[in-house]
């Protein structure tokens, strides 16, 4: 018994980005109601690296959203809006955050 809670510890503790990285949600398409289409599962971060969420508005609504790992910081927290369009990202660094 003992084995078993050393061994699930270990495995959830590896899980929750204990290792050097952590682990981010990866989507290449997700639609409100419909949910993530591309899934590629998930991704690990490296050291300077975070879990990003890229939305897009258009007219008031969110179109779509896109997850995954930031490749550098300059990728966090932009908003970029014109006419009709908004875009944002946004990043954090705790597993599985970008949902």
């Known amino acids: 018994m003992r084995r ?5 510890a270990f495995i959830l ?13 990866s989507c ?7 949910g993530c289409l591309l899934d590629f599962g998930t991704c ?3 050291p300077g690296q975070y879990c990003i969420k890229e939305v897009h508005i258009k007219d ?6 896109v997850q995954g790992c930031t490749e550098s ?6 908003r970029i809006v014109t006419t009709y369009e908004i875009h944002s990202t946004h990043c954090c ?7």
């Open 73 to 78: 910081q300059d990728e966090c927290f932009k």
């Open 13 to 25: 503790f590896c899980l929750l980005g204990g290792v050097g990285g952590v682990i981010c949600r």
């Open 60 to 65: 008031g609504i969110q179109w779509y959203s």
């Open 28 to 34: 290449n398409l997700s639609i409100p109601f419909h």
């Open 4 to 8: 078993i809670v050393f061994g699930g």
């Open 44 to 46: 690990r971060t490296k």
């Open 93 to 99: 660094h705790r597993p599985l955050c970008n949902f």
